[in-house]
């Protein structure tokens, strides 16, 4: 017996467990360890004989019971800063993803639908905001703004992070305009919000859960990149060392107290040499989440797509000619 | 086509000129260099926007930064990023098609999900953290082993093995990316009526990918190798910064005032002809990629003509 083709979604598989891990991460991982996120060890450990002090010499992973993943750079356990870390950075990339949808979503129905002015006014903002790349744009707005508060972060993202949306949603659109039956609604006299409203929107919900989880990916990557340059939501302070010529303190780099993934980016440099592993498993996690993020939305625009040959029990029936 | 080129270039005139005064008052108004004492340079001491602008039309002069001009800063560097970014963009156009047109299977013309998995894995892989953590292990090797020397160069200008690492931390991400879209693509194209023509003809896979599917495919194509040039530019700032490659991008980082050590920041800080002059070079560039490559779909798809012409 031959299996269908395509009868399985692996991609959405896939995608459905690794987001649904990150999630409880999210909500009960700060449960799961005992071990406070921001103490530092400033304990004598051994290890093979050797005196060491995990705030000035990491300790690196699988070499004590205590700290499976070892410990940063600044003698703090890796695994509890993780199980914490999840929760805000998922927060943040949620709200810059909801809000670059939602503008998308509502500037490209109005380029979409009203068209003239209006559509090549949104084409022009639209164009503007795909030609910068994000990252230098965010970059560019975080150093203005001067603040890294979670405003400061959903302006900076958001205010050219739309227009995807907005141009899928403008296409979209545009095409379901010129179906028979918006014209039939208009012949019954149907209002536009209406049409709006029960002929225009119902099209585009299909395409909506694919676009957040792309969204979602996009967001985290460039939260990541401005983290590894610096920029992270939450309070700093430079971290000093002695220095063997003055005898005073110098500052060596900066680094955070409470726990957020990008911001356990930052300071490479400095944990390049001293705690290479804190670069590799953060990076990893990282690169795992944004893997599902896209797996999720790869595997929600096969399901969605009815050119497949199958059938879900929530995906609408074709109306059935009695 | 000539209309289309005449829009885009209307654009670049327009945009140039003022993405040339955002720059400069960008700098004049920042407010670090305006309340900050830390700040070495004031911009309140600099010319206003309307003398540089006279300087720059009459006597091409583009400004100071410290002892040197604009200029000198900006033409070694800009040679070097482009060297980078061209080298990566060759890299990743080879690669993504040839991934991309061997992820389609010719039995079941579909993309395995295997082959999707490997290939959403390696769009979702940012190039800076690829790049970091080999970085990280390479130095890693050195310290905690009897290794004496890193396998490549892991930082610096050189047009040898240097150009490596950065090639790929910067091509890993655009070019899975492109295999991506053109396998999507291709196995679109696979399920449309005259494939089943031509396969019925008789004609051989790779005849008929090359000579019927890639046609119909090239316009989205080259659509997506002008997105990845915007991808690239954005990411060669990070590259930049992580492999010390003295390109345009570091000179930006250091412009708008960011450091990935603890050091005061130099001369470069919010230096507003500096900024204006970046500014203007990353916009020309991101356009006219933009044009090159819209004029080439043009170019390679007569139905793109054709719906210009009858409008």
Redesign the interface.
Known sequence: MRRK??S?N??LL?GFLLSGLFLLIALFGSKWTAVDPMQVFNKVLVIDGRQILPSRTPVPPLVLSQFPLGTDNSGRDLLARLLFAVRPTLILCFVIATLRILFGVMLGLLAGWVGGFTERLIDLLT??S???????FA??TL??L?ERTLWAFVIALVATGWANTAVFVKNSTQVTKQAPFIEGARAVGVRPFGILRRYILPQLWPTLPAQIAFEL?ATL?VV??LG????FIGEAF?RTAEDPNSGGNI????TASFPELAQM?SD??S???SS??E??IV??I??LQ??A???LG?GLRRHMDV?RPRRAWWRRRPLQLK | MARLITRKLI?LIF?LPLLNYIGYS?AQ????LIHSPLGNTVSQDFEPYGTYLRGVLFAGDLGNVGQQTVSQILAGTIQNSLLLVGAALIASILGGLLIGLLAVSPR?R?IS?AG??VL??G????G??LG??L???M??LV?FTDATQTFLPISGYGLDEHLFLPVLALAIQPTLHLAKVVAGLLEDEL?KDYILVALSKGLGWWRLVWSHAIPNMISPILITIGGSV??M???L??IE??FIWPGIGRI??LA???R???RPLGVFFGNPPLLAAIAVL??AV??LA?LLFSVLAYQFDPRLRLAEDGQ
């Open positions: 083709v395509g399985r692996i991609p896939v164009g503007a795909l030609a910068i790349p994000i990252l230098i970059l560019a150093s203005f001067g990916s990557l990541a990149e590894f340059l610096g920029m430079v500052a060596i780099g900066l980016l490479f440099w944990k390049m040499i290479p592993w670069i590799a990076g990893f990282i690169f944004i893997f993020f896209n797996m790869e050119t | 654009l945009f960008y108004l920042h407010p670090d079941t579909r999900s999707l998995v959403t894995a769009a979702s892989l940012p800076f953290l970091g953590v970085l990280a292990g130095v890693y310290f399920q915007r991808l530019v954005g990411a700032l990070i910064a992580i930006f980082l708008i005032g960011l990935l050590d603890a990353l916009g991101l356009l933009d």
